[in-house]
């Protein structure tokens, strides 16, 4: 049986999913993404046309019941 490893808040690894903001959709898709990860990701602005989701691995398992 597979169990996810905790998530140590000093722990500097995380992972980055790279939008390209002319996209149809991605804008959208942008919004939505961190809603879903239960405040364990962020989203940092490149520039005009790109953004970048950092997400912490197993942070919303924290969450979970």
């Known amino acids: ?38 405040g364990f990701a962020d989203v940092e602005r490149l520039d005009d046309e790109h953004a970048a989701l950092v997400l912490r691995p197993g942070g919303a398992l924290r969450s979970a019941p």
């Open 1 to 38: 049986m597979f169990t996810q490893p905790r998530v140590n808040p000093s722990d500097p690894r995380c992972l980055i999913i790279l939008f390209d903001l002319r996209r149809p959709g991605a804008k959208k898709r942008l919004r939505r993404a961190p809603k879903g990860w239960l």
